[in-house]
Every structure is written in structure tokens, then in C-alpha cells.
């Protein structure tokens, strides 16, 4: 199908839940895909729809968000990186001293279908509240929290109305730096952006000489920069905003050296710096879409072969249950960590060394209960020494 949004500028993008809205579905692809719809929900939009290439079965934008049936695979975990046990008040998550997350809304502009919060999605949900006022509490009270990230869900998802008084009440608590927002609606729908002189004056009022507020975009492939996208990327920066992008990296979207580098240069070129590539998370019904963390690896460095010293600025990383932790290197025996953030403070540094292996997806693939010491996760115990992992703190 030829790609135009042209008659979307003078309406509001349509949003679709229900597969039977999707014409380009045959009626078996949509028999198919109700029952992974019943678990895992689809939310979609006809600005992302028309990015889609129907001709291709593989196509990357759409396995971004049309279902796959192996999702229904019984892998991983519903809350894989245990975000509940870093919970202290609903709606609010605190793992690393500086910085907290506001889970401020439980929609986005589609679902992605390897997204690792999808239990939010969920019906029987109870993560995020709409009163934020608990969390803003904790926030006050917790004066080392400098940093505070908006997400969900997409926060970007409200309107401006509702997201505009969040923002200025973080601006009043004098330890809060900077305020970061979570988002793909550049991507999923940058409409949002342009139609809405408001989002962008409360981004210049809020965005200050001295405190920024930080978009965190999430752009997959790099397809998904139409003009219309740049635009709104542009938008945001001419208000005040410093923009970054994390994405993924996803089994049939960007597991290409080729595609990820021209990933990375595009932005690049716009002024949006690459910031994190995450290994997926565990989460169920996500291993259609993960990748082995070395061939990740692989992948990602390969990428960074084609890239400049700007586009290449971007770090693998998992966001493990003790941390955010950094692959360094794989050697033809070896594999190497090192926590960027880590829960605990000891952990603060520290350097992993793991024998190889090539079917590990996730840093609890490395730890081998058979050894000594592996029933309990060595990284989780700052003191402890064993289980191959070599500690190089000094400890
Ligand atoms: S935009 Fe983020 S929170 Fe929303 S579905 Fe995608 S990955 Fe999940």
C-alpha cells in the first residue's frame, strides 16, 4: 500500500483495539491472532497502520505491533526484572537512589508487542494510580531523587490538561533536576505532537535554563522516522526539550547490523543521541522477539562498525532485577558485564566475567545453580565471591 498520511493532518488519528479493524488481516490471520489478543490485548492506530508494508508477512513495523501466535509460548516472567519488590508506594517505583519512576498512565498509542510491561495492560492491573499524590509524597521526602521519569504506559498518551499539572509539581520540588518523560508517541503517533500547541508551551515553561526536561524516545526501525516524525522531534526540541532515544533490540525488527547502524545515523542526523539498546526482558510471551545476549552483542557492535562517534554513543544493556547492567565484551571464551546502576550500592561497580554462552537471553542465564552458591543469584549478594564471576572492585 503506498504510505500517506497526507488526509491524517486534518484529523485526529484514529485509535483501533479490535483486530477486525485491521482490512489488510485476512479472516484466518484474524481467527489466529484473537487468541492472543484475549492475553496479551492489541492496541493500534491508523497513522502506524499506514506504515506498514501489508505485501510483506515479515514486515519490521508490523511485527512491531500485530500479534505473533508463538506468543502464546510459555516463556518468560509477567513482571521479568521484578519491578514490585522496587514498589515503596503504588504507582511509584524506586530502584536507584537518584532517580524514580512515575508509572502515570497505563495506555499507549499502540502496544508493542515485546513491550515488558504489558501485565499493565492487563485487566486485573493495580500498578498504576491515578492519583499521583503518594508518589509525589515519597518524591518530597526522598531528597536524593534528582531524577524523575514519567511512564506507564505513555504519558504522552494524556492530554496535555492532565500531564501539565504532574510536571508542575515536580518543578516545585527544588531536589528534582530533571524530568524525563517515556514515550513513543513520536513514533506511534507524532500528531500528538504537532496538533497540540499546549503540550509544546508547557515543555518551553517547563524545560529551564537549568533544569531540563528529558524525552525519552523509542524509535525500533528506522522506517518509523517519517517527516512527520522528525517534525515532531523537532517540535520538541525547538521547546526546550533534550531528546534521546532507547529502543530494543527485536527479533525481525532491528536484528541487523545494517538496520540498526542506519537506526542510529538517522537519528544522529536529527540531534537525537542514541542512549540505551536493551536486551528484551524475559517477559512471557516475549521470546518471538528476544535475542541470546551475544548474538545481540554481535549485532549491535556490527552496527556500531557503520556508525560515527555520535551515532555510536548508544550502550547494550539488560535491565536485570539488581541493576542496569552493561554486556562489555564477548571474547571467544568470555563474556563481560559491568553495572551501570545497580539497586544495591555495593554492586555500584561492579565488573562481571562469565564462561560463554551462546543460549543465555538474560544475566540469570550465566549463574549455573549446580555451583556452588548458585540457588541464590551471586549478584545479588554484594558480599559474595564465586559462581565464575570474578569482582573487579577490588572486592
Ligand atoms: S510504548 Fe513502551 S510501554 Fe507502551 S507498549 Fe511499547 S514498550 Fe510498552
Redesign the pocket.
Known amino acids: 500500500m503506498p504510505f500517506s498520511t497526507k488526509h491524517l493532518k486534518a484529523n485526529k488519528v484514529k485509535y483501533v483495539t479490535r483486530l477486525d479493524q485491521v482490512p489488510q488481516l485476512s479472516g484466518k490471520e484474524r481467527v489466529d491472532l484473537e487468541r492472543v489478543n484475549e492475553k496479551f490485548v492489541f492496541r493500534s492506530n491508523e497513522y502506524y497502520q499506514s506504515l506498514i508494508d501489508w505485501e510483506d508477512p515479515n514486515d519490521p513495523i508490523r511485527r512491531i505491533i500485530i500479534p505473533e501466535v508463538q506468543e502464546l509460548d510459555d516463556w518468560g516472567q509477567l513482571d521479568a526484572s521484578n519491578e514490585e519488590r522496587y514498589t515503596p508506594v503504588k504507582g511509584l517505583e524506586h530502584k536507584y537512589s537518584s532517580t524514580a519512576l512515575l508509572l502515570v498512565n497505563e495506555v499507549?498509542a499502540?502496544?508493542?508487542r515485546?513491550?515488558?510491561?504489558?501485565r499493565l495492560f492487563m485487566d486485573e492491573n493495580d500498578e498504576v494510580t491515578k492519583d499521583i499524590s503518594e508518589g509525589l509524597r515519597y518524591i518530597r521526602e526522598h531528597r536524593e531523587i534528582s531524577n524523575v521519569l514519567l511512564t506507564?504506559?505513555?504519558p504522552l498518551i494524556m492530554s496535555t490538561s492532565k500531564l501539565a499539572p504532574i510536571i508542575e509539581k515536580l518543578r516545585q520540588v527544588d531536589h528534582v533536576q530533571i524530568i524525563r518523560i517515556?514515550t513513543?508517541i513520536p513514533a506511534?503517533n507524532p500528531f500528538r505532537i504537532i496538533d497540540d500547541p499546549s503540550l509544546l508551551e508547557m515543555i518551553q515553561k517547563y524545560s529551564t535554563d537549568e533544569k531540563k526536561i528529558y524525552i525519552m524516545a523509542?524509535f525500533n526501525h528506522p522506517r518509523e522516522l517519517t517527516g512527520e516524525a522528525i517534525k515532531g522531534l523537532n517540535l520538541l526540541m525547538r521547546a526546550g526539550a533534550i531528546v534521546v532515544n532507547q529502543t530494543p533490540l527485536i527479533r525481525g525488527v532491528n536484528d541487523d547490523p545494517d538496520i540498526l547502524s542506519k537506526l542510529f545515523n538517522k537519528l544522529s542526523y536529527i540531534g537525537v543521541p542514541p542512549y540505551y539498546v536493551f536486551l528484551c526482558r524475559p517477559t512471557l510471551g516475549n521470546e518471538p522477539y528476544a535475542l541470546p545476549v551475544e548474538k545481540g552483542y554481535q549485532i549491535f557492535e556490527n552496527a556500531r562498525k557503520k556508525c560515527s562517534g555520535l551515532a555510536k554513543r548508544a550502550r547494550l544493556v539488560m535491565s536485570h532485577e539488581t541493576g542496569k547492567v552493561e554486556v562489555l565484551a564477548v571474547t571467544r571464551d568470555k563474556v563481560y558485564f559491568k553495572y551501570l546502576r545497580a539497586a544495591h550500592p555495593d554492586n555500584g561497580i561492579r565488573f562481571l566475567e562469565f564462561p560463554r554462552n551462546p543460549d543465555a537471553f538474560w544475566l540469570d542465564d550465566y549463574a549455573d545453580p549446580a555451583l556452588p552458591g548458585g540457588e541464590e543469584h551471586p549478584y545479588n549478594n554484594p558480599a559474595g565471591e564465586g559462581n565464575g564471576i570474578f569482582w573487579a572492585n577490588g572486592n
Open positions: 499507549c499502540a502496544y508493542c515485546f513491550c515488558f510491561r504489558k506507564g504506559g505513555d517515556g513513543k506511534f523509542h
